[in-house]
């Protein structure tokens, strides 16, 4: 008899944007006149830049010729892409970072998903941040690392707080962690990291023999120069982070579809004799396994942001976000609302001192506009709303101006 | 402490093709004037069809205006590719495929590999043929459903046997397997199985609630009309099989990647209490977690093969390849060996009846000719090698004169 794998029953039903989505397509149906504002999930609106779609168009036309064509790539990436990205993400930063450190993929999401793969399922105790993106929890439910969900939270999960408190910042755990997930600029609460801070995590995860996975994915949004872009450029984290950076926020390419994970080679776990065990090798065995490479143009799209002209560009679209950042903030702090976010991360984190889903669905019936209930993100993110900033600047305008009106009237 | 997935370490250290580059490098550092001819890898070497291309670049330049821009696209693939897929791969030969069964990923590597994970890790018996593509069997030790490697077989596993006795199609095992893998046309045989042969396996999964997955990638190089090209041409496979297709070999697109995975709605297996799962939803509920969908533009050069013109394009590409085997047939054939595939498949297994390896390292020394030696895919391969069809037509010429002058040297 075939049978299931049972920690998929462990997982909640409901997805959050599947949730939020119904929402609005109900009251879209109710109110068919009425215009609906999106600054909900975090896509990006822009087009690609143009040195990514001249570098896609020509390497498609290598595809036509039998001289260029390329088949089967390296499942690592091709050098030209992973040469680039160690200078100009890493090296230029200070960070040592070489080539062959770098494993190209198809998505953060796919990465951060799978990169718990490659660690015991059994007594492994992993922490989390609450809020949390819930790819990190959901993946470990269904590799059964988690006990069933308990009033929002799953058993044997440590779950580190991230309040006003603590600026949305969390403290290392008193209990022993030895997975941790951290992501800065966080998402979803737009918090940034200094270096200061995140250097007590890389010292904890010395000490405790430790490993931290840093999702960097909204690194392209910092413009405080203090501000660490990797964990990288913290001595030691060589030895205990794995860190995972996307083209998704970078460069627009949520729908064209590349990220990368770094995988120093002094990066190191243990086996159950307490043994040095290489985790470089480990994720290298998983990927040529299981995945056979990003698509070629694709990487060549990618590589082309990596030009003095690349990353003008980059920086102009990001720059554009980061307006319609400021003026979410200034606009929801204006009404009163204590937010975090909204400066070096695309996201405001809006302290509503109400129901998250209320909110929500006050947001959507007076105004039309479409945020994220911070609930979904787990218990912490109860009372918060997050507001994204992608989307075009007449678009965040409107919205802004609709919720002014909305709560001045209530 | 951060404890690493042990079984990794019952994984062979060499990967087949690995080993081959590593040979193939060192006699040509000792033979810098030698001409190597690669008939090994499955790779291939046309470009893509001109409705591809033409679809790949119009999709870039939707990439460079706000108004036709796609940020995330659904996770499971867009509807007008799903929907193309399923009339032409499936209705039109009759099988009862829907577009909302089809699941769009970037390779039908990822999908066998990650498919594993949705079913029981624990007391799950698992067939796989011998020889077998690695990536069945190694994804199952990585999860931990095997013992150990012992003298060339993991602990645990069924081998369903792949000999001359039996034309390398398996027989049904008498022991209970609960999750199948299949590949038809076979993968490295070249073999292929009847429908009556297939419901047979059909019939087997019904009577035991089996599962079976069933790996299709090399279905465009079939050419007897009789030969099932999908599982779902066999009565109630709905609700027992799984089935993998590719665009890899079907369109060239081994660099451009996308592949599809089908679980019919009615798909079943079962929890500990042996009520009925829909797999469909399992599937589903896998790839939302963990996938983010495949590159817009990709999935619209990947469309662009389901029109009266992209069709034939695509025969005419696969025919090439077909010529080659025939060729390759024929002059293996004619040394006297007994060889399957090369007719509905672009690989012939040739019964070396000699060491795999040695085997191999004749042909690459005395002809120049790199092909896969039998062995690297698992004990019933010993003897045999694969040589793929993959390559220019003047290239298999001059390999297949260079092997006929060298065995006949010898």
């Not at 008899?1 to 997982?11: A, Q, S, V």
């Not at 698509?295 to 679209?317: D, F, R």
Request: with cysteine.
């Amino acid at each position: 008899m075939i049978r299931i794998n049972e920690n998929y029953r462990k997982l909640k039903a409901s997805y959050l944007f599947s949730e939020i989505s119904k929402r609005v397509d109900e009251f879209q149906a109710g109110n068919p006149d009425k215009q609906i504002i999106r600054l909900g999930i975090g896509d990006v609106t822009l087009p690609l830049p143009e040195v990514c779609l001249k570098a896609f168009h020509e390497a498609v036309d290598e595809m036509a010729d039998e001289k260029t064509f390329k088949g089967y790539g390296p499942n690592q990436g091709y050098a030209f892409l992973r040469e680039k990205i160690a200078e100009w993400d890493f090296r230029k930063r200070g960070a040592d970072i070489n080539a062959d450190e770098i494993f190209v993929s198809d998505g953060a999401k796919c990465d951060s998903a799978n990169l718990q793969e490659i660690f015991a399922t059994k007594k492994l105790r992993i922490a989390v941040p609450d809020p949390v993106y819930p790819v990190y929890v959901d993946t470990n439910v269904m590799a059964g690392r988690t006990g069933p969900n308990v009033d929002g939270r799953y058993e044997g999960l440590i779950y580190l707080e991230c309040t006003g408190d603590n600026k949305f910042i969390p403290s290392t755990p008193r209990k022993r962690a030895d997975l941790i997930y951290l992501c800065f600029p966080n998402n979803p609460t737009g918090a940034t990291i200094t270096k200061r801070q995140l250097k007590k995590w890389v010292d904890y995860a010395i000490r405790h023999k430790s490993l931290i996975i840093f999702d960097a994915a909204y690194e392209a949004f910092i413009r405080n120069p203090k501000l660490p872009h990797s964990i990288y450029e913290i001595p030691g984290a060589r030895e205990v982070a794995i860190e995972v950076r996307s083209f998704s926020k970078t460069a627009g390419f949520t729908g064209t579809r590349c990220a990368y994970t770094v995988v120093p080679t002094t990066c190191r776990a243990y086996d159950s004799e307490k043994n040095e065990v290489n985790l470089h090798s480990l994720w290298g065995r998983r990927q040529n396994t299981k995945f056979n490479g990003v698509s070629y143009p694709v990487q060549k799209a990618a590589s082309a942001i990596y030009s003095e002209l690349g990353q003008k560009q980059v920086k102009t679209m990001n720059d554009y976000y980061l307006r319609n950042a400021t003026l979410i903030l200034k606009e929801m702090t204006g009404l009163g609302f204590q937010c975090t976010g909204g400066t070096n991360a695309p996201y405001i984190w809006v302290n509503g001192n109400t129901d998250s889903w209320e909110f929500f669905n006050l947001l959507l019936k007076k105004a039309g506009v479409v945020v994220t209930p911070g609930a979904g993100f787990g218990k912490c993110g109860e009372g918060y709303i997050r507001i994204s900033a992608f989307n075009n600047y007449e678009s965040v305008q409107l919205a802004m101006k609709k919720i002014v009106d909305a709560l001045r009237m209530d």
